[in-house]
């Protein structure tokens, strides 16, 4: 993990063996760092075996949850108050 301009050393390493656990706006931070999207942390924190078959599997119930739920994408002008979409245009 980067360690340098968003976490410290030791925070980074807290978080790797489960001592410490980041907020949103820390995993966002961190994967700007990174370059990906913050979806892709967290999809290796669910699937740390990060096989394709496990990933496609979680993104496929993904869908399926956010299909089910008739969850709408947010449009850059129809988001909440002080939320950044950070899905690419």
């Not at 030791?10 to 700007?32: F, H, N, Q």
Request: with cysteine.
């Amino acid at each position: 993990m980067p360690q340098d301009r968003t976490s410290g050393r030791t925070y980074v390493s807290a978080i790797e063996r489960g001592i410490k656990v980041p907020t949103l706006t820390k995993v966002d931070a961190l994967a700007a760092e990174f370059g990906v999207h913050p979806l892709t942390l967290l999809a290796l924190a669910y699937c740390p075996t990060a096989t394709s078959d496990a990933l496609r599997l979680a993104f496929e119930q993904v869908a399926e949850d956010v299909e089910r739920l008739q969850v709408r994408q947010f449009e850059d002008g129809n988001l909440p108050r002080g939320a950044k979409s950070s899905l690419a245009s």
